[in-house]
T-cell receptor, first 115, second 110 residues
Framework: DAGVIQSPRHEVTEMGQEVTLRCKPI?????LFWYRQTMMRGLELLIY????????DSGMPEDRFSAKMPNASFSTLKIQPSEPRDSAVYFC?????????????FGPGTRLTVT | KQEVTQIPAALSVPEGENLVLNCSFT??????LQWFRQDPGKGLTSLLL?????REQTSGRLNASLDKSSGRSTLYIAASQPGDSATYLC?????????FGAGTTVTVRA
């Protein structure tokens, strides 16, 4: 099992540019989560998908952020336009909602730097 | 809203000493609690998951206890080693949502 795969691992971009982060969940998992980690705010849930449908996007900071899950094996998180305060590590996690423990498995993260 | 607090924020111990990491949460209506390890610049590794009906879980040198009614969990690491140096995060699950503490950064001195 390859685990949750995220790309790119590192992204450096200039303010105003569009950034797209990608995630491939563990095969068979039907829940997907995007988190952001910063020194100031720690780990925060941005958005939660279940069976490819966004269930809770209350953590998305503003309209510049959008997320999609076109199929069970792929999700994207897009920031347009990016700002320096978006610099953070973005994690994707997946789980199987029918599993009693509902344990989430995390990807290695994408470190985003916006200059 | 669930609030998760971890104390202390940082801990430095000599090799061989036992580690005690604390986690408290405000909403006791949880499904489970997870302890994660995070190495610098790396992702999260799940260490232990305790269901709300359980009092403790053990894995090797790690033991985690849960007192749901008082909103507390403790992670014990026996006979610490330099390789245990990392940040340890506590996360509490309500419904589908995981709420994380800020972490305890542990340094084990050789």
């Amino acid at each position: 099992d390859a685990g949750v795969i995220q790309s790119p691992r590192h992204e450096v971009t200039e303010m105003g540019q569009e950034v797209t982060l990608r995630c491939k969940p563990i095969s068979g998992h039907n829940s997907l989560f995007w988190y952001r980690q910063t020194m100031m705010r720690g780990l925060e849930l941005l958005i939660y998908f279940n069976n490819n449908v966004p269930i809770d996007d209350s953590g998305m900071p503003e309209d510049r952020f959008s997320a999609k899950m076109p199929n069970a094996s792929f999700s994207t998180l897009k920031i347009q336009p990016s700002e320096p305060r978006d610099s953070a590590v973005y994690f994707c996690a997946s789980s199987l909602s029918g599993n009693p423990t509902y344990e989430q498995y995390f990807g290695p993260g994408t470190r985003l730097t916006v200059t | 809203k669930q609030e998760v607090t971890q104390i202390p924020a940082a801990l430095s111990v000599p090799e061989g000493e036992n580690l005690v990491l604390n986690c408290s949460f405000t909403d006791s209506a949880i499904y489970n609690l997870q302890w994660f390890r995070q190495d610098p610049g790396k992702g999260l590794t799940s260490l232990l998951l305790i269901q709300s009906s359980q009092r403790e879980q053990t894995s090797g040198r790690l033991n985690a206890s849960l007192d749901k009614s008082s909103g507390r969990s403790t992670l014990y690491i026996a006979a610490s080693q330099p390789g245990d140096s990392a940040t340890y995060l506590c996360a509490v699950r309500n419904d589908y949502k995981l709420s994380f503490g800020a972490g305890t950064t542990v340094t084990v001195r050789a």
